[in-house]
C-alpha cells in the first residue's frame, strides 16, 4: 500500500485528484491523505512528517481560497526536500511558467491537464508516483545494505579517508529519509569526525604557512 498527501486549499480539486486516484488505482495500492495548508509553514512541515507518507503531491497555489497563506506548493515542496532529500515529491499547478520559474528542479512540477489527457500515454501520472516511490525506497535499501558493508568492514580493517566520508554520508541520507538515529558505531562516528578535524586543521595550518610567505615577500 502507498500512502500519498495531496495538499491543496480547493475543495473542487481534493475532489478531483480522489476521483483520479480512485479511477486509475485499480488494484487499490493508493491511500490518499488530504492536509490543506496552514499559515505557518514550519508547523504544516511538522505536520506532514508526522504522517510517514509515500509521496507528497501539493497545489502550487495555495492562497487562491486562503489568502493567509503566505507560501506557495514550490516553497512547500523545496522545504520538505530539505529534511528528506529525494524524497517523491510533485508540484500540481495551471501555471507551469510561473511554478517552474521558481522552483530549483523542473522535474517536479506537472501541469494539472496531465491527469485528464492519458487515454494515449504509456505512463500515467499515478504511475509516476508508484515509480518515484520505488525508486526511492530501494534506493535507501540499497544505501542501508551498503552502510552495513562498510561498517562491517570497518571492525577487520581500518577505513580510508574515502570509506569514511562515503559512511557519513550514507548515514546522514539514511536518518534524514527514515527518520532513525545513527546506525554507525558511536566510536567509530567519533573516529571519523576526529579524521575530519585532523584534516581542517592541518589544510588551515597550510592556508596560515602560504599567507605568511605572501608577507614576507
Known amino acids: 500500500m502507498y500512502k500519498i498527501l495531496f495538499v491543496d486549499e480547493v475543495e473542487a480539486d481534493i475532489r478531483r485528484f480522489q476521483r483520479y486516484v480512485h479511477k486509475k488505482d485499480t488494484d487499490?495500492?493508493?491511500?490518499?491523505?488530504?492536509?490543506?495548508?496552514?499559515?505557518?509553514?514550519?508547523?504544516?512541515?511538522?505536520?506532514?512528517?508526522?504522517?510517514?507518507?509515500?509521496?507528497i503531491i501539493a497545489d502550487y497555489q495555495l492562497s487562491e481560497y486562503m489568502p493567509s497563506i503566505t507560501?506557495?506548493?514550490?516553497?512547500?515542496?523545496?522545504?520538505?526536500?530539505?529534511?528528506?532529500?529525494?524524497?517523491?515529491c510533485f508540484v500540481m499547478t495551471s501555471h507551469d511558467d510561473q511554478a517552474v520559474a521558481?522552483?530549483?528542479?523542473?522535474?517536479?512540477?506537472?501541469?494539472?491537464?496531465?491527469?485528464?489527457k492519458e487515454d494515449n500515454v504509456k505512463i500515467t501520472f499515478l504511475e509516476r508516483i508508484r515509480s518515484q516511490i520505488d525508486h526511492y525506497q530501494t534506493k535507501i535499501k540499497n544505501y542501508q545494505d551498503e552502510l552495513n558493508q562498510i561498517i562491517?568492514?570497518?571492525?577487520?580493517?581500518?577505513?580510508?579517508?574515502?570509506?569514511?566520508?562515503?559512511?557519513?554520508?550514507?548515514d546522514d541520507f539514511i536518518e534524514k529519509s527514515i527518520d532513525k538515529k545513527s546506525k554507525i558505531p558511536k566510536q567509530l562516528k567519533s573516529k571519523s569526525t576526529l579524521n575530519d578535524l585532523h584534516k581542517l586543521i592541518e589544510n588551515t595550518d597550510i592556508l596560515l604557512k602560504e599567507m605568511v610567505s605572501n608577507d614576507d615577500d
Request: no cysteine; aromatic share 8%.
Open 102 to 116: 521558481t522552483s530549483s528542479d523542473v522535474n517536479i512540477v506537472y501541469i494539472k491537464g496531465v491527469m485528464s
Open 152 to 170: 562491517a568492514h570497518s571492525k577487520k580493517k581500518n577505513l580510508t579517508a574515502e570509506q569514511e566520508e562515503r559512511l557519513l554520508y550514507l
Open 71 to 88: 507560501y506557495t506548493g514550490v516553497e512547500l515542496i523545496e522545504k520538505v526536500l530539505n529534511k528528506k532529500p529525494n524524497f517523491p
Open 28 to 55: 487499490k495500492q493508493f491511500d490518499v491523505i488530504i492536509k490543506k495548508p496552514i499559515e505557518s509553514l514550519d508547523e504544516f512541515i511538522k505536520n506532514i512528517l508526522i504522517e510517514n507518507v509515500d509521496a
